[in-house]
Nanobody, 115 residues
Framework: QVQLVESGGGLVQAGGSLRLSCAAS????????MEWYRQAPEKQRELVAS???????AYADSVKGRFTISRDTAINTVYLQMNSLKPDDTAVYYC?????????WGQGTQVTVSS
């Protein structure tokens, strides 16, 4: 079992920034990959960014150059720095821990970008 606690969501104007945090109950080195997803109303959940246990990162095309995923292994926390936010970024953002046989999810945090 892995517990994930997200924080940092909120309301921001277009062009602004937010940083999401995801605190994991286990060492990040024991988790294959940490991921950030988002789900907007009436849309499917989509993968936004990921970081492997080795530190390799990947991004959805829609956020490349604007979002940055990072981690602090000392406190088992993954971050999603979101810059130049757009109204289309409005969604519930979920942190996920991807293990070989299971994926664990956080509770989600709402991000709302006003125009």
């Amino acid at each position: 079992q892995v517990q994930l606690v997200e924080s940092g969501g909120g309301l921001v104007q277009a062009g602004g920034s937010l940083r999401l945090s995801c605190a994991a109950s286990k060492s990040l080195f024991n988790l294959n990959r940490m991921e950030w997803y988002r789900q907007a109303p009436e849309k499917q959940r989509e993968l936004v960014a990921s970081i492997t246990s080795g530190g390799k990162t990947a991004y959805a095309d829609s956020v490349k150059g604007r979002f940055t995923i990072s981690r602090d292994t000392a406190i088992n926390t993954v971050y999603l720095q979101m810059n130049s936010l757009k109204p289309d970024d409005t969604a519930v953002y979920y942190c996920a821990a991807n293990l070989t046989l299971n994926t664990y999810w956080g509770q989600g945090t709402q991000v709302t970008v006003s125009s």
